[in-house]
């Protein structure tokens, strides 16, 4: 049989580390590269560049060569086919421990099995290639890390990522791999996607499987993929669909694929811009983001979403409570290998009054209900991702409203409010100089193809494209 490498068409060239996940597929497919180039390619990427933006914490060379040996040797080719990914390192992956950014947890035994999320994706054909720096417990919206040190915007890398999908963001807009997988609980892949410039997708609560992954608060827990352009989310998205009776809150909805519809145009949709409080405490950069995308989208009309600041107060309650239960023995017998600052705040949680939290759910409910009235009126919302452009490493404050306040907690005030009750979201990059921010198109519940359309609109347009960072080979 003759090799791979020698089947391929001369006259086809491909940049994969920039090229988008669907470019890489359709280049295999036809014959244009061989997977195992693809794979060698974001190897010798990652040697050279991850040593600065410090996003990947396990790199699984010889799985890969293996997996991309054994897709170029056979004739069934996927949606995904041959694309590099590498996921934050609390999904399982076979023989890794699921460190979830932690001290404690490197010391566990090597998972048995991958997270049903990997096994969907590289039944599709795609390649995984190794588990990502991440927040410690995923408590966190920096993307700084005392064990395993701070991830680093590729855009600039003296600020920081975002997180706590730090790794995840680092790695796709520094042109290490076209996708990711990273978690969500009250931001962290809207955050970094906001800061690093990507296009990022918190689906549904209950859309995706969460099956062997460390979780942070149960709850409000979802799984999703950050790539360089809204096809390659649909794509990831598609092939990762699907019932999971391993995770007891995942649907038991049948695949709905969003790709064919994606380039349906936003004619007919009804948009609206978030008011009140998701327009208060903007930096400028913010402002002119999410301007510029409600205007690309003829949105001119305003909507209120009812008790924004007491929803995010809510889930604060919620994630502090929640999030400490699952710490509890460790926190009494190792809370010197936590960070202190994760640390602080799961010992603050663990000592709040359980009618607190009552209160904090029962309002959780109403929230609910209210906002999802708005979906009779509009087909989705626009919101700021973040207050501010990437802050600095090692920054500790931040003024809103001429308050100087402290900015881990305050970075994902307009995303706490959303994932909160479990709306779909995807984060759109705007590229402004000298750094790009995001805009959420919130969407009511499985309708993640609406804003995915909205997002390829925008992105035909040219208004939100994944832009790449300066002096990137």
Not at 69 to 85: E, T
Not at 168 to 183: D, F, K, M, N, Q
Not at 238 to 255: H, K, N, S, Y
Not at 418 to 428: C, D, E, K, R, T
């Amino acid at each position: 049989m003759p090799s791979p490498r020698r089947s391929i068409k001369p006259e086809a060239v491909i940049d994969t580390g920039w090229a988008s996940a669907a470019e890489i597929a359709d280049a295999v497919k036809a014959g244009r590269v061989s997977v195992s180039q693809v794979v060698e390619d974001a190897l010798a990427r990652i040697t050279a560049r991850d040593p600065v933006l410090n996003a990947f914490t396990d790199v699984l060379a010889e799985r890969a060569r293996k997996r991309a040996a054994a897709l170029d040797a056979g004739r069934k080719k996927g949606p995904l086919a041959g694309v590099p990914f590498a996921v934050k390192n609390l999904f399982d992956v076979q023989g890794l421990p699921t460190r979830a950014g932690s001290k404690i947890n490197r010391e566990l035994p090597g998972a048995p099995h991958d997270s049903p999320l990997i096994e969907r994706l590289e039944a599709a054909g795609a390649v995984l290639i190794g588990a990502l720096n991440m927040g410690e417990y995923a408590y966190d919206f920096t993307g700084e890390n005392v064990h395993d040190g701070n991830a680093h915007n590729p855009h600039d890398t003296a600020r920081m990522t975002g997180g706590s999908s730090s790794g995840s963001a680092g790695a796709v807009a520094g042109g290490l791999v076209p996708l990711s997988l990273g978690s969500d609980t009250n931001g962290s892949i809207r955050v970094p996607s906001s800061f690093c410039g990507l296009f990022g997708l918190k689906p549904t609560y209950g859309r995706l499987s969460r099956a062997r992954s460390y979780p942070f608060v149960s709850s409000f827990d979802h799984l999703g993929p950050l790539a360089r352009s809204s096809r390659d989310l649909a794509l990831a998205y598609d092939a990762m669909q699907g019932p999971d009776a391993e995770d007891p809150v995942c649907a038991g909805r049948a695949i709905e694929p969003t790709l064919p519809a994606l380039a349906k145009g936003t004619k007919g949709l009804r948009i609206a811009v978030a008011g009140g409080y998701f327009q208060k405490g903007l930096f400028p950069e913010a402002c002119a983001a999410l301007d510029r995308v409600a205007a690309a989208l003829h949105a001119n009309a305003d909507i209120e979403i009812p008790e924004a600041e007491r929803a995010r107060a809510a889930a604060y309650v919620i994630t502090a409570s929640e999030g400490a239960s699952l710490h509890l023995a460790r926190l009494r017998t190792r809370a010197n290998d936590y960070d202190p600052a994760v640390r602080d705040r799961l010992i603050a949680g663990a000592m709040i009054p359980a009618a607190f939290v009552n209160r904090a759910q029962k309002f959780r409910r109403w929230y609910r209900g209210e906002v999802l009235k708005l979906f009779d009126q509009v087909d989705a919302i626009l919101a700021p991702a973040t207050p501010c452009t990437a802050p600095a490493i090692g920054q500790k404050t931040l003024v809103l409203d001429g308050v100087e306040l402290p900015l881990r907690p305050n970075i994902g005030i307009y995303t706490q409010p959303i994932s909160f009750i479990g709306l779909p979201v995807v984060a759109v990059p705007v590229p402004l100089d000298p750094l790009p921010i995001g805009v959420q198109i919130i969407a009511a519940p499985w309708r993640e193809d609406i804003a995915l359309r909205i997002a390829y609109a925008l992105e035909q347009a040219q208004v939100c494209v994944a832009p790449r960072p300066p002096r990137s080979a």
